[in-house]
């Protein structure tokens, strides 16, 4: 039984390998810290430290108030380790003064996207399909090219679109895609990947905005058409006419 323990011991995941396949935000203050000193002193590890030395600062908020030299005072924790902290610590605080004063771009409006997609894709000799996946409020998280094809088109399929949509912790999205042809108006194929992608955006709890259409001769928007299912899966509509919603600019 003891040899059972101490092999089951061995195989546990250190800390790097439990921050670089669960993320960091399961782990605790101490274990942060831990990864952050890399090594323990003689006779106590990284871990037994880090608790000693957030215990001694009466927590993160004094860590963060301690100075290099009453940090590398403490036994084992050289200059070249509270170098580490201070600088871990600096960095955490950066972060959060970028984060409250960001000012998202908001994509309200079709008239918003086609200004954000037509410059980018409407003269393009392949198709490209982007995503844009927004906050709460419609402010823009991001903005990624999922798909890439030729003249005539790329596969997709909802996961394709959702994957980095839920990475980002979006509330919404918008597809955007280009016609090398010309001609913004939506095809047959596009209605039903956008009636998919719709059920699955219910299933998961993030909103397909919409899916639009831009090409050198106008954009067109999906949603607009008719192609997001009201009441399950459907036959989707014929393509409108890109003259019903598409603009020259």
Do not use: Y
Request: proline share 6%.
């Amino acid at each position: 039984m003891a040899a059972r323990l101490v092999l089951v011991e061995r195989q546990r995941p250190n800390l790097r390998e439990r921050a670089l396949v669960h993320g960091f935000g399961g782990l605790s203050n101490v274990d942060l810290v831990a990864l952050v000193l890399g090594t323990g002193a003689e006779g106590e590890s990284a871990t037994s430290v880090a608790a000693r030395l957030l215990d001694a600062a009466g927590g993160l908020e004094g860590l963060a108030r301690r100075g290099g030299l009453a940090l590398s005072a403490r036994r084992g924790i050289g200059p070249a380790k509270a170098t580490r902290v201070l600088a871990a610590l600096e960095l955490g605080r950066r972060a959060l003064a970028a984060a409250l004063d960001e000012e998202r771009d908001t994509v309200m409006s079709f008239d918003t996207v086609v200004a954000w997609a037509r410059p980018r894709l409407a003269t393009l000799e392949h198709e490209e399909v982007w995503l844009l996946t927004l906050d709460g409020r419609n402010g823009l998280l991001g903005a990624a090219r999922i798909a890439q094809g030729g003249m005539h088109g790329c596969a997709l399929t909802p996961r394709d679109v959702l994957r980095p949509a839920m990475r980002e912790g979006g509330s919404a999205i918008v597809l955007i895609h280009n016609h090398p042809s010309g001609d913004p108006t939506p095809s047959l194929e596009d209605a039903r990947m956008t009636e998919a992608l719709a059920l699955a955006c219910d299933v998961v709890g993030i909103e397909l905005l919409d899916h639009v259409v831009v090409a050198r001769g106008g954009a067109s928007s999906l949603r607009e058409i008719g192609a997001f299912p009201k009441a399950g899966p459907s036959e989707p509509p014929p393509p409108a006419p890109s003259s019903e919603r598409s603009q020259d600019r």
